[in-house]
């Protein structure tokens, strides 16, 4: 069954470092999602990605963040300054065409900022 | 905006209880609603989904009827298994732009089941 990957699991970078976490989403999917989750804290949508643009963002999705598909595989979100408060679960997902329809979560990459 | 507010964990109970996990949004348009499960280790796997008011989404014995009247989509389970062990959030989707269709979350609900 395909599944959307992401890498790596666990990313441990300095404060003001620069962080790429890897995404390959299913392959016939169109929407891709990245979404992130503090300790103990709700699952919070970051950006949304459709026909090779940002369809939506968060907030939280300021400045610090970009997000790529360099090659029709790789889904990419980019950090440039990391921050302690960075620190989280980012999870990547995945939508097969328009609509409500499910969306397919990768397992996550931890990011620790120290 | 959009929010979902799911009660608190966590809960323990014992194999072969009954399980009802609450759920109730605030949403402007009309969205759909869905339980995802987090397993330990594991990213998140839908588990149900309603589209509409009145749908019941049912999966794997676990059951949620969409209540647009009360704004509810409460999660429930006749006999719970040890396998089902895990994390369980609560989601709405609302079209955003360009049809975005980006989740919402509930803080999750973390179930612990006894033998």
């Known amino acids: 069954e395909p599944e959307v990957t992401q890498t790596p699991s666990h990313q441990v970078t300095q404060m003001g470092q620069e962080v790429i976490l890897r995404c390959v989403p299913i392959?016939?999917?169109?929407?891709f999602y990245w979404y992130r989750q503090i300790l103990g804290q709700k699952v919070e949508f970051l950006v949304s990605?459709?026909?090779?643009?940002?369809?939506?963002k968060s907030e939280i999705f300021d400045d610090q963040f970009s997000v790529e598909r360099p090659d029709g595989s790789n889904f990419t979100l980019k950090i440039r300054s990391t921050k302690l408060e960075d620190s989280a679960m980012y999870f990547c997902?995945?939508?097969?065409?328009?609509?409500?329809?499910?969306?397919?979560f990768g397992p996550g990459t931890r990011l620790t900022v120290t | 905006g959009d929010s979902v507010t799911q009660m608190e964990g966590p809960v323990t109970l014992s194999e072969e209880a009954f399980l009802t996990i609450n759920c109730t949004y605030t949403?402007?348009?009309?969205?759909?609603l869905f339980w995802y499960v987090q397993y330990p280790g594991e990213g998140l796997q839908l588990l149900l989904k309603?589209?509409?008011?009145?749908d019941k989404g049912s999966n794997k014995g676990f059951e949620a009827t969409y209540r647009k009247e009360t704004t509810s989509f409460h999660l429930e389970k006749g006999s719970v298994q040890v396998s089902d062990s895990a994390v369980y959030f609560c989601?709405?989707?609302?079209?955003?732009?360009?049809?975005?269709?980006?989740?919402?979350f509930g803080k999750g609900t973390k179930l612990s089941v006894i033998p």
């Open positions: 997902a995945s939508r097969i065409e328009e609509g409500p329809y499910e969306q397919y």
């Open positions: 392959s016939n999917h169109l929407y």
């Open positions: 990605f459709y026909n090779n643009e940002i369809s939506e």
């Open positions: 949403a402007t348009g009309y969205p759909s």
């Open positions: 309603a589209t509409k008011a009145d």
């Open positions: 989601a709405l989707s609302d079209q955003g732009g360009a049809g975005s269709y980006q989740l919402t």
